[in-house]
Antibody, heavy 116, light 110 residues
């Protein structure tokens, strides 16, 4: 079964850092673009970042540029999102998804709460 | 990177059809054929329903169909069923390997 499992969410103070992980299984991870999407409580989906199969290209939404870094380890079938200088508006459920223009499957999400 | 515009809500009775619009610009929807649609039930992860404007992934019922005209994409759900009640989001390529989601539409089955 193709599966994605996120981890690493939690409560962090404004200005703090957090690293999210996404473990992939059931498919050949290294041949797919991967994407992070977030959803603030009660709000819609927001595309956050994506990364090319070999990690050579990374793209970000303007609101996280310079603060978030997407990366991957194809040997470990894992995707990461390093989040620095966190703000209250970064509070959301963060999902990882396989693909870029057709995202499937998705993980179950991990909640990040930025609050003092 | 402004969100694509969707109506907040749509509804229909069982067996009827409902169409959801997704309005963008020539820099996103109008410029590329990379429009996808996602279904999200409360508390669940989104699920891909349509990709590349009108293609259905394996396992998605043919009651779901997609189209595009100019800067506006549409998702039609025919033969509405109770389990179709959910939030629906469009997504489009917006150039330079960036993507943008729609504002979301809550579909209610009356």
């Amino acid at each position: 079964e193709e599966q994605l499992v996120e981890s690493g969410g939690g409560l962090v103070q404004p200005g703090g850092s957090l690293r999210l992980s996404c473990a992939a299984s059931g498919f050949t991870f290294s041949i797919f673009w991967m994407t992070w999407v977030r959803q603030a409580p009660g709000k819609g989906l927001e595309w956050v970042a994506n990364i090319k199969k070999d990690g050579s290209e990374k793209n970000y939404v303007d609101s996280v540029k310079g603060r978030f870094t997407i990366s991957r380890d194809n040997a470990e079938n894992s995707l990461y999102l390093q989040m620095n200088s966190l703000r209250a508006e970064d509070t959301a459920v963060y999902y990882c998804a396989r693909g870029s223009y057709a995202m499937a499957p998705w993980g179950q999400g991990t909640l990040v709460t930025v609050s003092s | 990177q402004s969100a694509l515009t969707q109506p907040p809500s749509a509804s229909g009775s069982p067996g009827q059809s409902v169409t959801i619009s997704c309005s963008g610009t020539s820099s996103d929807i109008g410029g590329y054929n990379y429009v996808s649609w996602y279904q999200q039930h409360p508390g669940k992860a989104p699920k891909l329903m349509i990709y590349e404007v009108s293609k259905r992934p394996s396992g998605v019922p043919d009651r779901f169909s997609g189209s595009k005209s100019g800067n506006t994409a549409s998702l039609t759900v025919s033969g509405l069923q109770a389990e179709d009640e959910a939030d629906y989001y469009c997504n489009s390529f917006a150039g330079s390997n960036n993507y943008v989601f729609g504002t979301g539409t809550k579909v209610t089955v009356l």
